[in-house]
Protein backbone atom coordinates (compact mmCIF):
# COMPACT_ATOMS: atom_id res chain seq x y z
CA UNK A 1 0.00 0.00 0.00
CA UNK A 2 0.81 3.62 -0.04
CA UNK A 3 2.01 5.07 2.89
CA UNK A 4 3.46 8.50 3.99
CA UNK A 5 4.63 9.20 7.50
CA UNK A 6 5.62 11.98 9.31
CA UNK A 7 5.48 12.86 13.09
CA UNK A 8 2.14 13.69 15.16
CA UNK A 9 3.15 17.00 16.82
CA UNK A 10 6.76 19.06 17.11
CA UNK A 11 7.40 21.65 19.53
CA UNK A 12 10.10 24.76 19.05
CA UNK A 13 10.89 28.03 20.62
CA UNK A 14 10.72 31.03 19.05
CA UNK A 15 13.60 32.86 16.75
CA UNK A 16 14.78 28.41 16.64
CA UNK A 17 14.55 26.36 13.64
CA UNK A 18 12.88 23.41 13.17
CA UNK A 19 12.76 20.13 10.88
CA UNK A 20 9.55 18.44 10.19
CA UNK A 21 10.72 15.01 8.42
CA UNK A 22 7.94 13.26 5.78
CA UNK A 23 8.80 9.86 4.07
CA UNK A 24 6.88 8.15 2.01
CA UNK A 25 5.99 4.96 -0.13
CA UNK A 26 4.56 5.01 -2.75
CA UNK A 27 3.44 3.57 -6.60
CA UNK A 28 5.47 5.74 -8.85
CA UNK A 29 6.45 9.52 -8.00
CA UNK A 30 5.38 13.09 -9.42
CA UNK A 31 6.44 15.41 -6.72
CA UNK A 32 5.67 16.40 -3.17
CA UNK A 33 4.14 19.08 -1.83
CA UNK A 34 4.24 20.81 1.50
CA UNK A 35 1.30 22.29 2.67
CA UNK A 36 0.62 24.28 5.74
CA UNK A 37 -2.56 24.41 7.57
CA UNK A 38 -3.88 26.91 10.14
CA UNK A 39 -6.02 25.30 12.97
CA UNK A 40 -9.85 25.72 11.30
CA UNK A 41 -8.57 27.20 8.36
CA UNK A 42 -7.80 26.00 5.19
CA UNK A 43 -4.18 24.26 4.16
CA UNK A 44 -2.28 26.62 1.76
CA UNK A 45 0.72 25.87 -0.65
CA UNK A 46 4.24 25.80 0.69
CA UNK A 47 6.46 23.79 -1.57
CA UNK A 48 6.78 21.49 -4.33
CA UNK A 49 9.79 19.30 -5.12
CA UNK A 50 10.70 16.54 -7.92
CA UNK A 51 13.85 16.72 -8.37
CA UNK A 52 16.49 16.06 -5.54
CA UNK A 53 17.83 18.61 -3.61
CA UNK A 54 17.13 21.62 -1.53
CA UNK A 55 14.35 24.79 -2.66
CA UNK A 56 14.73 27.80 -0.80
CA UNK A 57 11.79 30.32 -0.20
CA UNK A 58 12.36 32.59 2.34
CA UNK A 59 12.53 30.95 5.79
CA UNK A 60 10.95 28.08 4.36
CA UNK A 61 13.20 25.61 2.87
CA UNK A 62 12.36 22.05 1.34
CA UNK A 63 14.00 19.20 0.85
CA UNK A 64 14.03 15.83 -1.51
CA UNK A 65 15.37 12.52 -1.66
CA UNK A 66 13.78 10.55 -4.23
CA UNK A 67 16.33 7.86 -3.77
CA UNK A 68 15.20 7.30 0.11
CA UNK A 69 12.01 8.19 0.19
CA UNK A 70 12.31 11.11 2.09
CA UNK A 71 11.84 15.47 2.46
CA UNK A 72 11.81 17.74 5.14
CA UNK A 73 10.76 21.08 5.23
CA UNK A 74 12.96 23.32 7.32
CA UNK A 75 11.63 26.81 9.28
CA UNK A 76 13.90 29.32 10.17
CA UNK A 77 13.78 31.92 12.79
CA UNK A 78 10.10 30.61 14.06
CA UNK A 79 7.44 33.12 14.65
CA UNK A 80 4.40 32.62 17.00
CA UNK A 81 2.12 32.82 13.73
CA UNK A 82 4.05 29.43 12.38
CA UNK A 83 1.43 27.49 14.22
CA UNK A 84 0.43 25.39 12.64
CA UNK A 85 -0.15 21.28 10.72
CA UNK A 86 2.12 21.00 8.15
CA UNK A 87 0.80 18.19 5.33
CA UNK A 88 3.34 16.37 3.35
CA UNK A 89 2.00 14.73 -0.32
CA UNK A 90 2.79 13.18 -2.83
CA UNK A 91 1.94 12.84 -6.17
CA UNK A 92 1.36 9.08 -7.36
CA UNK A 93 2.06 7.34 -10.99
CA UNK A 94 -1.57 7.67 -11.75
CA UNK A 95 -0.95 11.75 -10.36
CA UNK A 96 -3.14 11.42 -7.07
CA UNK A 97 -2.34 13.05 -4.02
CA UNK A 98 -1.67 10.60 -0.99
CA UNK A 99 -1.21 12.54 2.24
CA UNK A 100 0.40 12.49 5.28
CA UNK A 101 -1.81 13.07 8.57
CA UNK A 102 0.35 15.79 9.37
CA UNK A 103 2.73 17.63 11.94
CA UNK A 104 1.19 19.95 14.63
CA UNK A 105 3.86 22.39 15.05
CA UNK A 106 3.63 24.39 18.39
CA UNK A 107 6.01 27.45 18.67
CA UNK A 108 6.93 28.64 22.65
CA UNK A 109 7.72 31.87 23.18
CA UNK B 1 -9.78 37.60 -6.76
CA UNK B 2 -11.83 35.93 -4.75
CA UNK B 3 -10.83 32.08 -3.19
CA UNK B 4 -12.35 28.97 -3.09
CA UNK B 5 -16.07 29.26 -1.80
CA UNK B 6 -17.50 26.08 0.26
CA UNK B 7 -21.10 26.20 1.49
CA UNK B 8 -22.05 25.78 3.97
CA UNK B 9 -19.29 25.80 6.67
CA UNK B 10 -21.51 23.78 9.53
CA UNK B 11 -23.70 21.68 9.44
CA UNK B 12 -25.95 18.60 10.97
CA UNK B 13 -27.47 15.95 9.53
CA UNK B 14 -28.72 12.61 11.28
CA UNK B 15 -27.90 9.20 10.12
CA UNK B 16 -29.64 7.87 6.90
CA UNK B 17 -30.43 11.48 5.65
CA UNK B 18 -28.25 13.35 2.59
CA UNK B 19 -26.16 16.17 2.28
CA UNK B 20 -25.39 18.25 -0.22
CA UNK B 21 -21.88 20.15 -0.64
CA UNK B 22 -21.32 23.34 -3.34
CA UNK B 23 -17.83 24.74 -3.92
CA UNK B 24 -17.28 27.74 -5.92
CA UNK B 25 -13.07 27.31 -7.70
CA UNK B 26 -11.11 30.38 -8.14
CA UNK B 27 -12.23 32.00 -11.69
CA UNK B 28 -10.75 30.34 -14.48
CA UNK B 29 -9.83 27.01 -12.72
CA UNK B 30 -11.07 24.49 -14.03
CA UNK B 31 -10.20 21.48 -11.99
CA UNK B 32 -12.04 20.82 -8.69
CA UNK B 33 -10.78 18.05 -6.10
CA UNK B 34 -12.91 16.85 -2.98
CA UNK B 35 -10.99 15.49 0.33
CA UNK B 36 -12.40 14.26 3.10
CA UNK B 37 -10.28 15.52 6.67
CA UNK B 38 -10.64 13.42 9.68
CA UNK B 39 -8.53 13.87 13.49
CA UNK B 40 -5.85 12.42 13.00
CA UNK B 41 -5.95 11.28 9.44
CA UNK B 42 -4.79 12.54 6.30
CA UNK B 43 -6.70 14.15 3.51
CA UNK B 44 -8.50 11.32 1.62
CA UNK B 45 -8.99 12.16 -1.94
CA UNK B 46 -12.77 11.58 -2.97
CA UNK B 47 -12.58 12.62 -6.44
CA UNK B 48 -11.84 15.36 -9.17
CA UNK B 49 -13.90 16.94 -11.61
CA UNK B 50 -12.31 18.53 -14.92
CA UNK B 51 -14.51 20.50 -17.28
CA UNK B 52 -17.39 18.28 -16.34
CA UNK B 53 -15.87 15.44 -16.36
CA UNK B 54 -14.66 13.49 -13.33
CA UNK B 55 -11.01 12.52 -13.86
CA UNK B 56 -9.71 10.59 -10.64
CA UNK B 57 -11.98 8.60 -7.72
CA UNK B 58 -10.87 8.23 -4.65
CA UNK B 59 -11.93 4.69 -2.61
CA UNK B 60 -14.90 5.90 -1.11
CA UNK B 61 -18.12 3.84 -1.40
CA UNK B 62 -20.82 4.74 -3.56
CA UNK B 63 -22.79 6.94 -1.37
CA UNK B 64 -19.85 9.65 -1.94
CA UNK B 65 -21.21 11.15 -5.39
CA UNK B 66 -20.25 14.80 -7.18
CA UNK B 67 -20.80 16.57 -10.18
CA UNK B 68 -19.19 19.80 -11.59
CA UNK B 69 -21.44 22.60 -13.40
CA UNK B 70 -20.10 24.50 -16.67
CA UNK B 71 -18.86 26.81 -15.10
CA UNK B 72 -16.99 24.91 -12.55
CA UNK B 73 -18.90 25.00 -9.99
CA UNK B 74 -19.21 21.80 -8.12
CA UNK B 75 -20.99 19.86 -5.34
CA UNK B 76 -20.85 16.45 -3.45
CA UNK B 77 -23.44 14.18 -2.33
CA UNK B 78 -23.08 11.87 0.14
CA UNK B 79 -26.02 9.78 0.82
CA UNK B 80 -27.73 7.74 3.68
CA UNK B 81 -25.32 9.40 6.00
CA UNK B 82 -23.37 7.12 8.61
CA UNK B 83 -21.50 8.36 12.04
CA UNK B 84 -18.23 8.00 9.84
CA UNK B 85 -18.75 10.75 7.47
CA UNK B 86 -18.54 13.24 10.22
CA UNK B 87 -15.88 14.76 8.68
CA UNK B 88 -14.59 18.39 7.38
CA UNK B 89 -14.94 18.41 3.49
CA UNK B 90 -12.66 20.43 1.89
CA UNK B 91 -12.99 21.63 -1.94
CA UNK B 92 -9.48 22.68 -4.08
CA UNK B 93 -9.39 24.46 -7.32
CA UNK B 94 -6.44 24.25 -9.64
CA UNK B 95 -5.99 25.72 -13.19
CA UNK B 96 -4.89 22.07 -14.84
CA UNK B 97 -5.76 19.48 -12.04
CA UNK B 98 -4.12 16.22 -11.49
CA UNK B 99 -2.41 15.47 -14.84
CA UNK B 100 -0.30 18.20 -14.18
CA UNK B 101 2.42 16.80 -11.82
CA UNK B 102 3.44 20.63 -10.46
CA UNK B 103 -0.58 20.99 -9.54
CA UNK B 104 -0.56 23.28 -6.98
CA UNK B 105 -4.38 23.33 -5.09
CA UNK B 106 -6.08 26.50 -3.69
CA UNK B 107 -8.42 24.92 -0.95
CA UNK B 108 -11.57 26.49 0.62
CA UNK B 109 -12.20 26.58 4.27
CA UNK B 110 -14.05 23.57 4.19
CA UNK B 111 -17.76 22.43 5.22
CA UNK B 112 -17.70 20.53 8.85
CA UNK B 113 -20.24 17.80 8.55
CA UNK B 114 -21.56 16.39 12.13
CA UNK B 115 -23.67 12.98 12.07
CA UNK B 116 -26.01 12.11 15.05
Known amino acids: GQNIDQPTEMTATEGAIVQINCTYQ??????LFWYQQHAGEAPTFLSYNVLDGLEEKGRFSSFLSRSKGYSYLLLKELQMKDSASYLCAVMDSNYQLIWGAGTKLIIKP | KAGVTQTPRYLIKTRGQQVTLSCSPISGHRSVSWYQQTPGQGLQFLFEYFSETQRNKGNFPGRFSGRQFSNSRSEMNVSTLELGDSALYLC???????????????FGAGSRLTVL
Open chain 1, 26 to 31: TSGFNG
Open chain 2, 92 to 106: ASSLQGTLSGANVLT
